[in-house]
């Protein structure tokens, strides 16, 4: 296998592992954009989602956003907002948020809106007000659809983000790049396998983080 | 804007010929993914042990970032479209089986009874019961799968002239015209938002028995990117 083979030589050459350039410097800067970008949108899709769906009203209005959300091209979005803002973080963060604020918003709404109505019942016949029945019936029962969204949000965010180097910014991305402009297929491989990696390790977080989370009944019960 | 529509002839494109290549770009994967996902997902409906093999490594497949998979499969098919479409037509697999899935399934089992009494057999009751009734869920994943595949071709840019509308974003840059920048995104988005109803449109015209307007929407299953990445 031929991409073993360059996968092989990027990781046992000691360069890549030091210096600004080094494999800890580049996955420091895309865990650190992954996490920002996600943390915005979270910000945004989260409450939106979990207030809309707890009152059912607004599904056609989010149905739009998203649409129009997941309409816009990142890669095209990261370029006009560099032409026109120049170089910074920003003009990365804007088309990575409007990546993931669809998924997180939607999956939310109808993560909410999938809650069996007889236990919300139950809950407001003992008594529960709107914000006890939103935080302690609907969203621990909603908890692993909303989870779902926000992985699948943090996957497209990890993926993404290595076009941030098409714009001079750094990340894994970076490898990719730079590796097709000097025709180093090595270091395209690697930087390629590296994202990869990364994105099964985002998998991975949101397995454990449902397992710590999501309480054992409900679970049992998907 | 001036020179909105000029575009540099490195391209080797008009306009409307980068608009129809995008358009065949981001469409045939989609096709091909739903021409694997259909026996796919039925092969998971009757096999159930199968399904959540299928969902983990079309989920795996899924995380691989869309720039990474170009690039790794330049060393095979070259700087083509098919290195482009390829990666689109597998993340279609982690939407659409899921979506194809639930809806069969969903499918009430009177209803089945149904159809087995009237004298249908196992494949005319897939296809003339089952899956006229899973067509709204199998459209909803079919919206998702197209408006994402639109906005990824332009990715291919970055791997060497193969985004069709990408490679004027790619332009814009080169030759610093914004112009041609904001020209590829509202492009895009409007081909994403025609694609968007064009489908709802099919999913009207393939679905009379159901009402039009938000009571359809609540009939739909919940969105299949949540079962499914």
Same mark, same amino acid.
């Given at each position: 296998?031929?991409?073993? @083979?360059?996968?092989?030589?990027?990781?046992?050459?000691?360069?890549?592992?030091?210096?600004?350039?080094?494999?800890?410097?580049? &996955?420091?800067?895309?865990?650190?954009?992954?996490?920002?970008?996600?943390?915005?949108?979270?910000?945004?899709?989260?409450?939106?989602?979990?207030?809309?769906?707890?009152?059912? +009203?607004?599904?056609?209005?989010?149905?739009?956003?998203?649409?129009?959300?997941?309409?816009?091209?990142?890669?095209?979005?990261?370029?006009?907002?560099?032409?026109?803002?120049?170089?910074?973080?920003?003009?990365?963060?804007?088309?990575?948020?409007?990546?993931?604020?669809?998924?997180?918003?939607?999956?939310?709404?109808?993560?909410? +809106?999938?809650?069996?109505?007889?236990?919300?019942?139950?809950?407001?016949?003992?008594?529960?007000?709107?914000?006890?029945?939103?935080?302690?019936?609907?969203?621990?029962?909603?908890?692993?659809?909303?989870?779902?969204?926000?992985?699948?949000?943090?996957?497209?965010?990890?993926?993404?983000?290595?076009?941030?180097?098409?714009?001079? &910014?750094?990340?894994?991305?970076?490898?990719?790049?730079?590796?097709?402009?000097?025709? @180093?297929?090595?270091?395209?491989?690697?930087?390629?396998?590296?994202?990869?990696?990364?994105?099964?390790?985002?998998?991975?977080?949101?397995?454990?983080?449902?397992?710590?989370?999501?309480?054992?009944?409900?679970?049992?019960? @998907? | 804007?001036?020179?909105?529509?000029?575009?540099?002839?490195?391209?080797?494109?008009?306009?409307?010929?980068?608009?129809? =290549?995008?358009?065949?770009?981001?469409?045939?994967?989609?096709?091909?993914?739903?021409?694997?996902?259909?026996? =796919?997902?039925?092969?998971?409906?009757?096999?159930?042990?199968?399904?959540?093999?299928?969902?983990?490594?079309?989920?795996?497949?899924?995380?691989?970032?869309?720039?990474?998979?170009?690039?790794?499969?330049?060393?095979?098919?070259?700087?083509?479209?098919?290195?482009?479409?390829?990666?689109?037509?597998?993340?279609?697999?982690?939407?659409?089986?899921? %979506?194809?899935?639930?809806?069969?399934?969903?499918?009430?089992?009177?209803?089945?009874?149904?159809?087995?009494?009237?004298?249908?057999?196992?494949?005319?009751?897939?296809?003339?019961?089952?899956?006229?009734?899973?067509?709204?869920?199998?459209?909803?994943?079919?919206?998702?799968?197209?408006?994402?595949?639109?906005?990824?071709?332009?990715?291919?840019?970055?791997?060497?002239?193969?985004?069709?509308?990408?490679?004027?974003?790619?332009?814009?840059?080169?030759?610093?015209?914004?112009?041609?920048?904001?020209?590829?995104?509202?492009?895009?988005?409007?081909?994403?938002?025609?694609?968007?109803?064009?489908?709802?449109?099919?999913?009207?015209?393939?679905?009379?028995?159901?009402?039009?307007?938000?009571? %359809?929407?609540?009939?739909?299953?919940?969105?299949?990117?949540?079962?499914?990445?």
């Amino acid at each position: 296998m031929n991409v073993l @083979n360059f996968i092989n030589a990027f990781f046992s050459d000691s360069a890549h592992w030091q210096g600004y350039d080094g494999i800890p410097t580049r &996955l420091g800067e895309h865990v650190q954009y992954t996490l920002e970008a996600l943390a915005i949108a979270a910000a945004i899709g989260l409450p939106v989602g979990l207030v809309t769906g707890h009152y059912g +009203r607004g599904g056609n209005a989010l149905a739009l956003i998203a649409v129009a959300g997941r309409a816009l091209p990142t890669f095209g979005l990261l370029v006009l907002m560099t032409l026109s803002l120049g170089f910074g973080l920003i003009n990365v963060m804007i088309p990575l948020v409007v990546l993931a604020v669809p998924p997180i918003l939607v999956t939310t709404y109808e993560a909410m +809106r999938s809650v069996d109505p007889a236990p919300v019942d139950a809950a407001r016949g003992m008594g529960m007000h709107d914000v006890e029945v939103l935080f302690r019936v609907e969203l621990p029962v909603a908890l692993p659809l909303i989870l779902g969204g926000l992985r699948s949000a943090a996957i497209q965010i990890v993926s993404t983000a290595t076009i941030a180097a098409y714009v001079s &910014l750094g990340g894994l991305g970076r490898y990719i790049v730079d590796g097709l402009y000097q025709r @180093n297929y090595e270091k395209v491989v690697g930087g390629a396998a590296l994202v990869a990696l990364m994105a099964l390790a985002t998998l991975a977080v949101f397995w454990g983080i449902t397992r710590l989370t999501v309480s054992r009944g409900v679970l049992r019960s @998907n | 804007m001036d020179g909105f529509f000029d575009i540099p002839s490195d391209l080797q494109h008009s306009w409307l010929g980068l608009v129809g =290549l995008h358009v065949r770009e981001a469409m045939l994967p989609v096709l091909a993914g739903l021409l694997i996902s259909l026996p =796919l997902a039925q092969l998971c409906v009757r096999f159930r042990w199968l399904y959540p093999p299928v969902l983990w490594v079309t989920t795996v497949l899924y995380a691989i970032p869309s720039l990474a998979f170009f690039v790794v499969l330049i060393d095979y098919t070259g700087q083509t479209e098919l290195t482009v479409m390829i990666p689109l037509t597998v993340y279609t697999l982690v939407i659409l089986v899921p %979506a194809i899935v639930d809806g069969v399934r969903s499918v009430p089992q009177e209803t089945i009874a149904a159809a087995t009494a009237m004298g249908f057999g196992p494949v005319r009751r897939y296809v003339q019961v089952q899956l006229p009734i899973a067509v709204p869920a199998i459209i909803a994943g079919l919206r998702v799968a197209t408006v994402s595949s639109i906005s990824l071709v332009s990715v291919g840019a970055l791997i060497g002239n193969q985004g069709a509308l990408g490679n004027l974003v790619n332009d814009a840059n080169i030759y610093n015209r914004p112009e041609l920048a904001v020209n590829a995104v509202i492009t895009m988005a409007a081909l994403a938002i025609l694609a968007d109803g064009l489908l709802v449109v099919v999913r009207m015209l393939l679905t009379p028995w159901m009402p039009s307007g938000a009571r %359809a929407r609540r009939a739909e299953r919940p969105e299949p990117e949540v079962a499914a990445r």
